[in-house]
């Protein structure tokens, strides 16, 4: 199961960027993994970027309270297991955190949480740098001109490097504090090449762990 989110992606990519990238893998890897995929969840804790236009943030204790009822709901079909994987970075704790609940309540060691990650080797395929988030930059920018390019208008893409504050790690902070567009690093940069050697790279490594472990 996919939890994404509903997030502004700067102004050339749709606010449902996270969860067209997560369940796309998603279908990938359990092609891979003879797995089944649900529909995704597609609202999930987005606080840093709360501000811009079109974000909608749940709260953590909202988005596990939630996942919590679907587990519960899959776990009572005796699914054998359930894997939870995200679309969206700040999702990925809570993920983690609700599958720690549920084995010390029920005793359930079947659920799995697997973060969706990209190698080394195809990052330094990039023609930026990587900027200080992976939010809305080359990289998704990549990965949907490869998966829904109709959905991307590469003409509104901009450059922006923010530089967080000295204080932003010691304390909470939007993103809109330092951030104008709401994007990290330069979308415009990206090619579909690209977001299908990301996309390649993911599905091939994720599968693999997945495939070794269940
Ligand atoms: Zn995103």
Redesign the pocket.
């Known amino acids: 199961m996919v939890c994404g ?1 509903c ?1 502004q ?1 700067g102004y050339h990519l749709p606010l449902d ?2 969860n067209i ?1 997560g369940f796309e893998l998603a279908l990938r890897i359990a092609d891979r993994s003879k797995l089944l995929v649900m529909p995704p969840v597609s609202y999930g804790q987005v606080w840093s970027a709360k501000g811009f236009p079109g974000t909608i943030s749940l709260s953590a204790d909202l988005l596990k309270k939630l996942l919590r009822e679907l587990i519960i709901s899959l776990h009572q079909q005796d699914i054998p297991n359930i894997i939870l994987m995200s ?2 970075n700040g999702n990925y704790p809570y993920l983690k955190e609700l599958a720690r609940e549920l084995l010390d309540e029920f005793r359930w060691n079947n659920i799995w949480h697997f973060p969706l990650t990209f190698s080394k080797e195809v990052l330094s395929l990039a023609k930026s740098p990587q900027p200080m988030a992976p ?2 930059g080359e990289l ?1 920018t990549a990965l949907m001109l490869y998966l829904h390019p109709e959905l991307v208008d590469l003409s509104k893409a901009t450059r922006e490097y923010p530089q967080a504050p000295k204080d932003y790690p010691y304390r909470p902070m939007h993103w809109k504090e330092f951030v104008k567009t709401g994007s990290f690093g330069d979308g415009g940069l990206a090619t579909a090449e690209f977001g299908k050697a990301l996309a390649e790279d993911v599905v091939l490594r994720t599968s693999n762990l997945i495939n070794q472990l269940l």
């Open positions: 989110s997030e992606h960027t996270d990238i679309g969206h939010h809305a998704e």
